[in-house]
């Protein structure tokens, strides 16, 4: 039906930069909200931010400033730019995407981020 794929994730060091992709693809009339959340070692998946269709976006306290989401209707798209990585931003990073011809979120399978100290 739909699949999500996250690409861009790798190692990075100290206040580096690096920018991750989603995909989403399938039978996919139109997507509501779409989103990054990040998961660490030993926590709960948090989120990161997200953005509406119509662009308007909500980040976490961790991250404004640094971090930027956008999004591309036409190709079914999310990135994030993710600024003056910090150590604490290792994560798996997931994005994912209300479809909105299924009524339901979907789930990519997450990328690793790994930002060395």
């Known amino acids: 039906q739909v699949q999500l794929v996250e690409s861009g994730g790798g190692l990075v060091r100290f206040g580096g930069s690096r920018r991750l992709s989603c995909a989403a693809s399938?039978?996919?009339?139109?997507?509501?909200?779409m989103g990054w959340y990040r998961q660490a070692p030993g926590k709960e998946r948090e989120l990161v931010a997200d953005i509406m269709r119509g662009g308007t976006t909500n980040y976490a306290d961790s991250v404004k400033g640094r971090f930027t989401i956008s999004r591309d209707n036409a190709k079914n798209m999310v990135y994030l730019q993710m600024n003056s990585l910090k150590p604490e931003d290792t994560a798996v990073y997931y994005c994912?995407?209300?479809?909105?011809?299924?009524?339901?979120?979907?789930w990519g399978k997450g990328t690793l981020v790994t930002v060395s100290s």
């Open positions: 994912n995407a209300f479809i909105t011809n299924y009524g339901m979120t979907y």
């Open positions: 399938g039978s996919i009339f139109s997507i509501g909200t």
